[in-house]
């Protein structure tokens, strides 16, 4: 490919949807390549360095930090961290990939301030609170303490959607899907 990539960013509150989104484009574009986050917590079981995340001590993260080596990064629950490797997304985008973020509100609107037009940001919006919380309640992975930090984070979200490209209502997945891939082919000059 002798062209340079661009960034898409897919952001949602935790339950949105937007890693499912992902995974289906994933499947439908060839060109379109993930971007590993970095992060200072410990791998889940299966989860593997270089490909889930690049797993880092907090020194090394720090590091990162003072060289300005993140487009990106964010404190969260637990005071773990989680950043967007410049390397990382440069390397697929002068290879000539489109490259998928799949961050946090406030980092995706630091990117779309660093890439302008060669960057597409979508916002996953939930029909309601309370459908994101019956979605976090059936995954049954949140205790009732975490469960609240995510929601009152989710209504936080929720204010920055105005401030991207195109805002997405996830009430019906194959419907949501099919305007995030029409985004897409749009952004990628394929329609």
Known sequence: ???KGKVIILVAP???????????????????KFSVSATTRPPREGEEDGKHYYFLEEADFNQKIKENAFLEWEEFYGGK????LRSEVDKKLNSGYFVLLDIEVKGAVNIKEIYGDECLSLFIKPPSIDVLKQRLTNRGTEDNETLALRLQRAKEELTYADQFDQVIINDDLDTAYEEVREAVLKFMNKN
Do not use: Q, V
Request: proline letters at 0%; zero cysteines.
């Open 1 to 3: 490919m002798d062209r």
């Open 14 to 32: 935790s339950g949105g949807g937007k890693t499912t989104l992902a995974r289906r484009l994933f499947k439908e574009f060839e060109d379109l």
């Open 81 to 84: 961290k989680y950043g967007t």
